[in-house]
T-cell receptor, first 116, second 115 residues
Framework: AQKVTQAQTEISVVEKEDVTLDCVYE???????LFWYKQPPSGELVFLIR??????QNEISGRYSWNFQKSTSSFNFTITASQVVDSAVYFC?????????????FGTGTLLAVQP | SAVISQKPSRDICQRGTSLTIQCQVD?????MFWYRQQPGQSLTLIAT?????????ESGFVIDKFPISRPNLTFSTLTVSNMSPEDSSIYLC????????????FGPGTRLTVL
């Protein structure tokens, strides 16, 4: 069975601080995809990144970076120099391709509050 | 990425009634998904809707309660039937553009409140 765990329910930081959101996943499949989504207070789900299981290179996009480590089954997300606009719920998700569906399995989300 | 719209964006309904939510995509997609997000919770997949076949429901969700239509490759509807306050949630549709490697893009959601 597949599972995604986001142990941090809520994180509060002050603007300009760096913050890391943790994500641990479980799957027995060797081919899978990992995702991060952002859900601001308006409610829409914004796609941030997709990583496949064969690509362990870390990725940086502006102030965002992702650290994928298969050895620890983790896919952590770091925001550098956080801003108030980063305040949102962040979801980590897992999908295993193949079969009739490509469904996403979501973690419980981490609420990030960035204080000015 | 696909542009996805949902109607209505929000609604307040009475117990025992039904609501049909529409999801429209600006391009043809194979897979469409319907998720439910209960207040303060994560997203849970209700069903997968492929054009030309019956929807595939996840454990805990049944067709009588959440009938789905998928008449073509750009449109789907989800009906929430015989509603109760426990159905108050955000309902989101998403599409899987496989040519982009399985990324799913989400519509803006429908906020449903059942009184």
């Amino acid at each position: 069975a597949q599972k995604v765990t986001q142990a941090q329910t809520e994180i509060s930081v002050v603007e300009k601080e760096d913050v890391t959101l943790d994500c641990v996943y479980e799957t027995r499949d060797t081919t899978y995809y990992l995702f991060w989504y952002k859900q601001p207070p308006s409610g829409e789900l914004v796609f941030l990144i997709r990583r496949n299981s064969f690509d362990e290179q870390n990725e940086i996009s502006g102030r965002y970076s992702w650290n994928f480590q298969k050895s620890t089954s983790s896919f952590n997300f770091t925001i550098t120099a956080s801003q108030v606009v980063d305040s949102a719920v962040y979801f980590c998700a897992l999908s295993v391709p193949g079969g009739a569906t490509n469904k996403l399995i979501f973690g419980t989300g981490t609420l990030l509050a960035v204080q000015p | 990425s696909a542009v996805i719209s949902q109607k209505p964006s929000r609604d307040i309904c009475q117990r025992g009634t039904s609501l049909t939510i529409q999801c429209q995509v600006d391009s043809q997609v194979t897979m469409m998904f319907w998720y439910r997000q209960q207040p303060g919770q994560s997203l849970t997949l209700i069903a997968t809707a492929n054009q030309g076949s019956e929807a595939t429901y996840e454990s805990g969700f049944v067709i009588d309660k959440f009938p789905i239509s998928r008449p073509n490759l750009t449109f789907s509807t989800l009906t929430v039937s015989n509603m109760s306050p426990e159905d108050s949630s955000i309902y989101l549709c998403s599409v899987d553009q496989q040519y982009r490697g399985g990324e799913q893009f989400f519509g803006p959601g429908t906020r449903l409140t059942v009184l």
